[in-house]
């Protein structure tokens, strides 16, 4: 009834299919009428106050569409918990490739490919940066001033609420990034907060990047902030045995750029200096532990049964770990 009212659904069989990756956010392929729609919903069990916000999320995408064309538009929101449980979203399906551990069996990167698959990353990261939020629509989404600090609390009181006993305190890489804060890089931009390959869709043929997914936690703020998060993802081939274990996507292969040459290349298309770029990396990091510490948090007190996130604890360990290093000098980007 309700893709009827909606959308004009006629009545007829409805698959659903639920999309296998994430961890945040439930996603759904919804078959109706001879056409796909995507479903978007929050996670069942007990949630960190402000997240997984769907009207939220319904409202970036309504508004930045026609400024930054990667986004999926929009098609209907719900905010009745009568039907679902929850508040949900409809966008439409973006058909395309999505590059998770490992490639496809169908697909092969030679050197050249993959470096040219990089450098669009990042120009479309860069492309998303230079969007005027303020004629999107968007100036309400976020302050840009004191961003740096707001995230760098924010984040550290995250992790002492998710805190449990087998993970380390952290006290001294709270206290360094607390410390060692870089004033803000400008007027603030829009930024994605978990830009990276397996959030991006690529076309078929010539692996053009045709989509942005997952806006769960855009804003506004400091780009190079966007940028930190976005590398702590990014594995590369003479990174340890331990962090070739948390790679989500085929950042090691041959050609790929190094975390160093993404910064380099990302300044260039930006205008901007990066620097030596060790805070954001390692706030990065930083910030990553957290997420999955949260999620950590949920299966350890029973608020979820999905057994992949049994070991998440040992990973954010492994990540503020490094972070830690990164901040004594004990590893470069």
């Given at each position: 009834a309700?893709?009827?009212?909606?959308?004009?659904?006629?009545a007829?069989?409805?698959?659903?299919?639920?999309?296998?990756?994430g961890a945040?956010?439930?996603?759904?392929l919804?078959?109706?009428?001879?056409?796909?729609?995507v479903l978007?919903?929050p996670?069942?069990g007990t949630?960190?106050?402000s997240?997984?916000?769907?009207?939220?999320?319904?409202?970036?995408?309504?508004r930045?569409h026609?400024?930054?064309?990667?986004?999926?538009r929009?098609?209907?929101?719900c905010?009745?918990?009568?039907?679902?449980?929850?508040?949900?979203?409809?966008?439409?399906?973006?058909?395309?490739l999505?590059?998770?551990?490992?490639l496809?069996?169908?697909?092969?990167?030679d050197a050249?490919e993959?470096?040219?698959?990089?450098?669009?990353?990042?120009?479309?990261?860069?492309?998303?940066?230079?969007?005027d939020?303020?004629?999107?629509g968007?100036?309400?989404?976020?302050h840009?001033?004191g961003y740096?600090?707001?995230?760098v609390?924010?984040?550290?009181?995250?992790?002492?609420?998710?805190?449990?006993?087998?993970?380390?305190e952290?006290?001294?890489?709270?206290?360094?990034?607390?410390?060692?804060?870089?004033p803000d890089?400008?007027?603030?931009?829009l930024?994605?907060?978990d830009?990276?390959?397996?959030?991006?869709v690529?076309?078929?043929?010539?692996?053009g990047?045709?989509?942005?997914?997952?806006?769960?936690?855009?804003?506004?703020?400091?780009?190079?902030?966007d940028l930190?998060?976005?590398?702590?993802?990014?594995?590369?081939a003479?990174?340890?045995?331990?962090?070739?274990q948390?790679?989500?996507?085929?950042?090691?292969?041959p050609?790929?750029?190094?975390?160093?040459e993404?910064?380099?290349?990302y300044s260039?298309r930006?205008?901007?200096?990066?620097?030596?770029?060790?805070?954001?990396?390692?706030?990065?990091?930083?910030?990553?532990?957290?997420?999955?510490?949260?999620?950590?948090?949920?299966?350890?007190?029973?608020?979820t049964?999905d057994?992949?996130?049994?070991?998440?604890?040992?990973?954010?360990?492994?990540?503020?770990?490094?972070?830690?290093?990164v901040?004594?000098?004990?590893?470069?980007?």
């Amino acid at each position: 009834a309700f893709l009827s009212d909606e959308l004009g659904v006629e009545a007829g069989e409805i698959v659903i299919r639920q999309f296998p990756g994430g961890a945040s956010n439930l996603t759904y392929l919804i078959a109706a009428g001879g056409r796909d729609y995507v479903l978007r919903r929050p996670p069942s069990g007990t949630k960190a106050r402000s997240a997984h916000d769907m009207g939220r999320e319904f409202r970036i995408l309504s508004r930045i569409h026609d400024a930054f064309p990667y986004a999926p538009r929009p098609l209907a929101y719900c905010d009745d918990p009568a039907l679902l449980g929850e508040p949900f979203y409809l966008m439409e399906r973006l058909q395309g490739l999505i590059l998770r551990r490992d490639l496809p069996a169908d697909l092969s990167l030679d050197a050249a490919e993959a470096r040219a698959l990089c450098e669009n990353l990042v120009a479309v990261h860069a492309e998303l940066h230079d969007v005027d939020y303020a004629a999107a629509g968007l100036a309400e989404l976020g302050h840009p001033e004191g961003y740096v600090a707001r995230q760098v609390a924010g984040w550290s009181k995250r992790y002492q609420n998710a805190r449990t006993d087998d993970v380390p305190e952290n006290e001294a890489l709270m206290k360094w990034l607390a410390d060692n804060q870089p004033p803000d890089s400008g007027s603030g931009a829009l930024i994605h907060n978990d830009y990276k390959f397996d959030n991006v869709v690529l076309g078929q043929h010539d692996l053009g990047i045709i989509g942005v997914l997952d806006w769960e936690m855009a804003t506004l703020g400091d780009p190079l902030m966007d940028l930190g998060c976005s590398l702590a993802y990014w594995i590369q081939a003479d990174d340890p045995r331990a962090m070739q274990q948390l790679r989500m996507m085929p950042t090691q292969l041959p050609g790929m750029m190094t975390r160093r040459e993404l910064v380099d290349y990302y300044s260039e298309r930006a205008g901007v200096a990066a620097g030596d770029f060790r805070f954001y990396y390692a706030f990065g990091l930083f910030r990553l532990a957290v997420i999955v510490q949260q999620i950590y948090f949920r299966f350890a007190r029973g608020q979820t049964r999905d057994r992949r996130f049994a070991d998440f604890g040992q990973m954010c360990s492994l990540l503020s770990g490094t972070a830690l290093a990164v901040t004594r000098g004990q590893r470069s980007l």
